[in-house]
């Protein structure tokens, strides 16, 4: 059940996104490798790699240690 705990990371982050006018969907998780799809102002955003890589990456990656990276599509 990694992909349900991935799930709780993000809408623990998911506020967070909202406030800002983005927001964040799981795509997959292989082989320790979660894809995420950025929506709403994060899509356009030209932080929108800090979010994923500083923000989103590092909370999941703490959470979860199985857990190898974090990629958008």
Excluded: F, H, N
Excluded at 32 to 40: D, S
Excluded at 54 to 59: C, H, N, T, V
């Amino acid at each position: 059940m990694l992909e349900w705990r991935v799930q709780e990371v993000i809408e623990e982050l998911r506020p967070a996104l909202q406030s800002d006018g983005g927001d964040v969907e799981l795509v997959s998780v292989e082989d320790g490798v979660v894809t995420l799809q950025l929506t709403g102002a994060c899509s356009g955003c030209p932080m929108s790699t800090m979010t994923l890589k500083m923000g989103i990456e590092r909370a999941i990656m703490k959470s979860i240690p199985e857990i190898t990276e974090v990629i958008a599509v």
